[in-house]
C-alpha cells in the first residue's frame, strides 16, 4: 500500500467521512478517599477528598473509520471532584482533555486541542510508581504546575511505532496578538516500549513572556526548560523505576504551593535544579501491590533542597475497583517549601497518609 503523507492523511479523511463508521465510548474514573496532612501553617488538615490516586473524571473518546487505514478520533474529558459533585474547574466543560485529529496505520496521528504534555505523559506513565497519585506522587517535586501537564491550543503529531520505538512532536500556539513567541509551549519525545521495558526521553520548552496590549509594555520572562530520562523494567517479582529531570530558566519548576509553611522569607521557585526519582513496585499474592519511591529535589541556584520517602499498598478488589492506603513524607532544606500533596491538589504539610477507593468505568 503505498504510504500517506500527512497531507493526504488530513484531506483524505474528510473526503472519506461519508463512508466513516463511528464508535463513542463514555468512560470515566470515580475516586473518592480520606487524606490526612500535617506539618504545615494550616495545622492538621484532615479531609475527604476527590481524586487522590487518580483523578476522577468523565470522559467521551470517539474513533470513526474513514477507510484506507486511516481514522478519526476525539476525546471530551471533565474533571469532577467526587466529594461535593461540583466540576474541578469552575466554568468549564472539557478541561481535562479537548480534542479531535486523525490516525493513520502508516502515518501515525495529528490531533488539535488541549492534551497532555509530553513531559507529562513520561512522569504519569513510565518514571513513578505511584502513577502522579496518592501521597507519593512524583508531582509534589518534578515539575508538573500549570502548564506543564496540559497545554491548550496544541498541535501534536505521534509517529507510529517501529521496532518498539516512536516519536512525538508538540507545539501549543500562545495566541497573544503582536506576538508569535509569547507564550507559546513545544516539545518532543522519543519513546521506546519492548516487553518488560520501557523507556522515554522528553524536551518541554514554555515561554512566559506577555505580549504588549496598548499602552501596556511587554513583559520579557524567557523560558522555562525541561529536560526528562524516565524508564521502568518489570523483572515480574518486582518492577523497577528511575527517572531524572533538568529544569532550566523561569517558570521550570513552578512551586505547587506559594509558602505553605508560613516562612518570614517565602521560599523562592528556582531556575535551575535537576530531580532524581527512584522507585518500585511489588506484586503481593494475585490482587494487591505495594508502591515505594525516594525522589530527591536538588535546587542548584537557592539550595532550596527537598528530600521525599513514600510507601503504598494498592488492593484490587476487582477488574475494576481498587481500595489504596498511602503516606510520604518530605524534608524540606534551607527555607525549601514543598509540599506532599496526591494526584489533584498540591497538600499544606511536608506529611500526608491517604485511605481511599478508586473504581474505572
Request: proline share 2%.
Amino acid at each position: 500500500m503505498k504510504k500517506l503523507t500527512l497531507a493526504a492523511m488530513i484531506i483524505g479523511g474528510f473526503a472519506s467521512l461519508a463512508q466513516a463508521q463511528s464508535n463513542v465510548t463514555i468512560y470515566g474514573i470515580v475516586d473518592a478517599g480520606l487524606v490526612s496532612e500535617r506539618g504545615g501553617a494550616a495545622g492538621s488538615v484532615t479531609k475527604v477528598t476527590s481524586g487522590v490516586g487518580s483523578a476522577s473524571r468523565l470522559g467521551f473518546r470517539g474513533t470513526e473509520d474513514l477507510g484506507a487505514g486511516l481514522s478519526a478520533v476525539f476525546v471530551l474529558e471533565s474533571g469532577i471532584k467526587v466529594d461535593t459533585g461540583e466540576s474541578d474547574v469552575a466554568g468549564s466543560i472539557a478541561n481535562r482533555q479537548s480534542y479531535v485529529g486523525v490516525k493513520s496505520k502508516e502515518a501515525g496521528s495529528l490531533t488539535l486541542g488541549r492534551q497532555y504534555t509530553m513531559l507529562y505523559n513520561a512522569m504519569s506513565q513510565v518514571a513513578d510508581p505511584f502513577g502522579a497519585g496518592y501521597a507519593g506522587s512524583i508531582k509534589n517535586l518534578f515539575p508538573t504546575a500549570g502548564v506543564n501537564t496540559r497545554s491548550s491550543n496544541a498541535i501534536v503529531y505521534a509517529s507510529p511505532v517501529t521496532g518498539g520505538f516512536n516519536a512525538e512532536v508538540a507545539y501549543s500556539l500562545g495566541e497573544q496578538a503582536g506576538s508569535s513567541t509569547a507564550g507559546r509551549q513545544f516539545g518532543f519525545g522519543l519513546n521506546f516500549s519492548n516487553g518488560p521495558l520501557n523507556a522515554r526521553l522528553v524536551y518541554n520548552n514554555r515561554n512566559s513572556d506577555t505580549a504588549a496590549v496598548g499602552a501596556t509594555p511587554a513583559v520579557i520572562k524567557g523560558s522555562g526548560r525541561n529536560t526528562l530520562f524516565a524508564i521502568n523494567y518489570d523483572f515480574t517479582v518486582v518492577k523497577a523505576y528511575f527517572a531524572y529531570g533538568a529544569d532550566k530558566g523561569f517558570n521550570s519548576a513552578v512551586l505547587p504551593v506559594a509558602n505553605a509553611y508560613g516562612y518570614k522569607v517565602a521560599p523562592k521557585a528556582t531556575t535551575d535544579s535537576t530531580d532524581l526519582l527512584v522507585g518500585v513496585q511489588v506484586p503481593v499474592a494475585s490482587s494487591g501491590t505495594v508502591m515505594a519511591s525516594y525522589i530527591r529535589k536538588d535546587d542548584k541556584q537557592f539550595n532550596q533542597d527537598a528530600d521525599q520517602w513514600a510507601l503504598g499498598y494498592s488492593h484490587a478488589l476487582s477488574k475494576r475497583t481498587s481500595a489504596y492506603v498511602a503516606f510520604a513524607k518530605i524534608k524540606n532544606k534551607n527555607g525549601a517549601g514543598y509540599t506532599v500533596g496526591n494526584n489533584t491538589e498540591s497538600g499544606s504539610g511536608d506529611k500526608a497518609f491517604n485511605l481511599g477507593v478508586r473504581h474505572s468505568f
